[in-house]
Structures are given as C-alpha cells and as structure tokens.
C-alpha cells in the first residue's frame, strides 16, 4: 500500500485521476503473476483479494505451470 502525503486539494484530485486512469493503461504478464499468485496461496494469502475472479486466478497460475 502506498500512501501519499501533504498534498495539496488539486494534487489529490490529480493522483486520484491518474490512479483510475493507470489501470486502464496495465496490462498484466501472465508467466510473472503467476508464480508471485502460487507463492501468495502457498504462505496462506487469500487470493480472492487480489481482485481476479477465480477463472482469472487458473489462468495466471497455468500459465506459471505450462510455460
């Protein structure tokens, strides 16, 4: 988690835009989510709050497996 400090009203309004804005921009690398997903659930991690569904979750972590 990252938190931003003594911002300025305007500063906030504009780190809010760009945050939104920055996941439309992402894309993901499926063979490196996946093992960092396989470590995650191996320490106990729920991974239901990484914000994939669960079809998402098979995805990534095949990836890992078959690639």
Do not use: C, Y
Not at 28 to 52: H, K, N, V
Request: charged share 30%; no cysteine.
């Amino acid at each position: 988690m990252h938190v931003a400090r003594d911002l300025t009203p305007e500063q906030v309004r504009g780190l809010r835009i760009m945050d939104n804005r920055s996941h439309e921009e992402a894309g993901w690398d499926f063979e490196l989510l996946g093992p960092e997903l396989i470590d995650l659930q191996r320490l106990g991690f729920g991974l239901e709050l990484t914000g994939f569904d669960e079809q998402e979750l098979a995805k990534a972590m095949m990836q890992r497996r078959t690639g």
